[in-house]
T-cell receptor, first 115, second 111 residues
Framework: AQSVAQPEDQVNVAEGNPLTVKCTYS??????LFWYVQYPNRGLQFLLK??????LVKGSYGFEAEFNKSQTSFHLKKPSALVSDSALYFC?????????????FGKGTRLHILP | DSGVTQTPKHLITATGQRVTLRCSPR?????VYWYQQSLDQGLQFLIQ???????AKGNILERFSAQQFPDLHSELNLSSLELGDSALYFC??????????FGPGTRLTVL
């Protein structure tokens, strides 16, 4: 069975500092990995994905994520945080061995960027 | 704008009632997914349809049902509503095995 964990409920970062939002996963086969962001009263927006290839994936709004197979992690990063990055971030995983397309989401990490 | 539309945006109803939520996927997407988001449960996968057929089932209650129509829009039916069913309900769509694109959600309040 696939699962994903976001160990931090909340992350606080000062504006201009680098940010990291952590995610670890568990799958039987190879993973598809995703990051989504949710702003207040909005649906989830796709940020980036890892399927195969380069372990560093670049996405929207200057975000990137690093896939680490040995640590089963897919942490979201940004070199310089903006106040507008404050939102709820979800990591998600799909197991490539599964016949269905079900994606499992983590519980979310609330990111606060302090001005 | 993701291209996924959901109606209505807000729904207020009473316990024991039945409601229908509607979703139109992005043009060309054959898969539709339904999720429930509540404060204490996070984002819970309910069910997936692919080209009119059920593909995967998650934590969907027996009181809930869904279907996908030939024009690919989908409806989620919630019946015998309870207070605990109050939540945000999201629909998402995707091409096969691609990333999912989410609609703006329907906020259901059961009084």
């Amino acid at each position: 069975a696939q699962s994903v964990a976001q160990p931090e409920d909340q992350v606080n970062v000062a504006e201009g500092n680098p940010l990291t939002v952590k995610c670890t996963y568990s799958v039987s086969g190879n993973p598809y990995l995703f990051w989504y962001v949710q702003y207040p009263n909005r649906g989830l927006q796709f940020l980036l994905k890892y399927i195969t290839g380069d372990n560093l994936v670049k996405g929207s709004y200057g975000f990137e994520a690093e896939f680490n197979k040995s640590q089963t992690s897919f942490h979201l990063k940004k070199p310089s945080a903006l106040v507008s990055d404050s939102a709820l971030y979800f990591c998600a995983v799909r197991d490539m061995m599964n016949r269905d397309d079900k994606i499992i989401f983590g519980k979310g990490t609330r990111l606060h960027i302090l001005p | 704008d993701s291209g996924v539309t959901q109606t209505p945006k807000h729904l207020i109803t009473a316990t024991g009632q039945r409601v229908t939520l509607r979703c139109s996927p992005r043009s060309g997407d054959l898969s539709v997914y339904w999720y429930q988001q509540s404060l204490d449960q996070g984002l819970q996968f309910l069910i997936q349809y692919y080209n009119g057929e059920e593909r995967a089932k998650g934590n969907i209650l027996e009181r809930f049902s869904a279907q996908q129509f030939p024009d690919l829009h989908s409806e989620l039916n919630l019946s015998s509503l309870e207070l605990g069913d109050s939540a945000l309900y999201f629909c998402a769509s995707s091409v096969t095995r691609g990333e999912q694109f989410f609609g703006p959600g329907t906020r259901l309040t059961v009084l």
